[in-house]
Each structure stands twice: as C-alpha cells, then as structure tokens.
C-alpha cells in the first residue's frame, strides 16, 4: 500500500495540476486531501473537481467551512475573507454542496487524517511546537496522524508514548513503538520558504514517509488573482513561499 497526502491546495489549479502530473508517476494505490481545498486562489471550481475525481478521502479544512459557516470566516483576516468572499460568489452550488458534506477527521488502520489537529478538530489548533504535539498525540488511535493547516512541513514522533520531539520535516522511516505526527504542507501556498509545492508519500512496505516538491508556474496563478481582483499581498507570497 503506497498513497499520496496533499493539502492546502487553496485554489491554486496550476499547483494542484503539477502535483497530480507528479503523482501519476509514481505509481500509488491512493490520493487523500487534508482539506482547504480553496481560499486564497483564483479556482475554486476547477480544483473541486479534481480533488473529487482524483482523491479516495478529503476532510474538510477551515477555509472550505468558511465558505458555509459565517462564524469559522470571522477567525480570518481581512485578506482570507476577501478570498472567502470571492469564492462564495464564483463557487457552483454542486462543488458547495461538497464542501460542506466533507467529514472533519478520517483514516483506517494505523493512520488518521486531519486538517489541523486531532485534538478538537474543528477549533483549528496549529500544531507548531512539541508542546502543542503533546494533545495531538494523546488524541488519535494507530501510529500515525497526518496534518496540514499551517503550510509547513514538520515531522513529530512520540516514543513509547512519553518522548515526544520534532525529528524532521521531509522524511522519516516507521518503526515498532514510534508514533508520528505529519504536517505534508502545502500544494497550494507554501510558508516554509519555498514556493514549490508540497506533499507527501507513505510507503506502507517500505514503512516509510517521504515529503516531495514539485515546480510550479506561480506565475500563472498570480496572473489569474490579479484578473480576478485578488489582494495583492496573497499574490506576492506565492514566490516568495511564505
Ligand atoms: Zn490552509
């Protein structure tokens, strides 16, 4: 059993588009999305579409609740919720359907799957420092959790249980009594200081995790936010990848 986990893909077609190019070549049994299918991006619609033809499991991010639940949007700043807006207006009444049914928290066997945190998965937690780790780790069943939300990269592992550090941020080998906390990243609008997309690999023979970054053309993503009026703030970050 190998599978893919992408997240965060924010609207951003020709990310998400390069990513499953990438995908396709490496031969996986299954894609699943960690949520925040849109916001921010210009195309909303054309990346719903995907995701539900391509991916077996998408859980819902904060930024698809937004678009149905006035209340998850007031969390945001003023930037997100122009985007939010946006997205409301140019989304299908289909593809808004499907944001709305998408589960909160999934997974089978060893793995979980979340948007943010398995620690009260619709408070929208960040899971930033080992502190934070600590109630994540005590929250989920089997070895492993995968997270997104914050755009960054970051492997945590809980030894026994008790030991709980950060031990990496693109791979890591599984292993008897070791538990895992993976942040995949982002596809859409990196933050870890490179504007390639991220995601990652699980190998379930090989009982490993690997994170992959794929070139992109932002420049044609930022060319479609500015037709679409989009702040110029979330334009500029998709090269810097911050
Ligand atoms: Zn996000």
């Given at each position: 059993m190998?599978?893919?986990?992408?997240?965060?893909?924010?609207?951003?077609?020709?990310?998400?588009?390069?990513?499953?190019?990438?995908?396709?070549?490496?031969?996986?049994?299954?894609?699943?999305?960690?949520?925040?299918?849109?916001?921010?991006?210009?195309?909303?619609?054309?990346?719903?579409?995907?995701?539900?033809?391509?991916?077996?499991?998408?859980?819902?991010?904060?930024?698809?609740?937004?678009?149905?639940?006035?209340?998850?949007?007031?969390?945001?700043?003023?930037?997100?919720?122009?985007?939010?807006?946006?997205?409301?207006?140019?989304?299908?009444?289909?593809?808004?359907?499907?944001?709305?049914?998408?589960p909160?928290?999934?997974?089978?066997?060893?793995e979980?799957?979340?948007?943010?945190?398995?620690?009260?998965?619709?408070?929208?937690?960040?899971?930033?420092?080992?502190?934070?780790?600590i109630?994540?780790?005590?929250?989920f069943?089997?070895?492993?959790?995968?997270?997104g939300?914050?755009?960054?990269?970051?492997?945590?592992?809980?030894?026994?249980?008790?030991?709980?550090?950060?031990?990496?941020?693109?791979?890591?080998?599984?292993?008897?009594?070791?538990?895992?906390?993976?942040?995949?990243?982002?596809?859409?609008?990196?933050?870890?200081?490179?504007?390639?997309?991220?995601?990652?690999?699980?190998?379930?023979?090989?009982?490993?995790?690997?994170?992959?970054?794929?070139?992109?053309?932002y420049r044609?993503?930022?060319?479609?936010?500015?037709?679409?009026?989009?702040?110029?703030y979330?334009?500029?970050?998709?090269?810097?990848?911050?």
């Amino acid at each position: 059993m190998r599978f893919a986990v992408i997240s965060d893909i924010h609207s951003n077609l020709e990310a998400l588009t390069a990513v499953l190019n990438d995908i396709d070549k490496r031969q996986v049994d299954e894609i699943i999305c960690l949520g925040d299918v849109v916001g921010y991006g210009p195309n909303p619609n054309e990346c719903i579409e995907l995701i539900r033809s391509n991916c077996s499991l998408c859980i819902k991010g904060n930024h698809d609740a937004a678009i149905s639940d006035r209340v998850v949007m007031e969390y945001f700043n003023v930037y997100a919720q122009v985007a939010v807006q946006f997205t409301r207006d140019v989304l299908d009444s289909d593809n808004m359907a499907y944001l709305a049914s998408l589960p909160l928290i999934g997974g089978k066997d060893q793995e979980t799957f979340v948007h943010a945190s398995p620690y009260d998965p619709d408070q929208w937690y960040y899971i930033t420092t080992e502190y934070h780790a600590i109630f994540a780790f005590a929250s989920f069943q089997g070895a492993r959790c995968y997270v997104g939300h914050s755009h960054i990269p970051k492997i945590f592992e809980a030894v026994e249980n008790k030991r709980i550090r950060e031990v990496s941020n693109n791979e890591v080998i599984f292993s008897e009594g070791h538990r895992h906390l993976i942040n995949v990243g982002s596809v859409g609008q990196p933050r870890d200081g490179d504007s390639r997309s991220a995601y990652g690999i699980v190998d379930l023979e090989r009982n490993d995790y690997q994170l992959i970054r794929v070139d992109y053309d932002y420049r044609k993503t930022q060319e479609r936010m500015k037709m679409n009026s989009l702040p110029e703030y979330l334009i500029n970050r998709l090269a810097l990848g911050n």
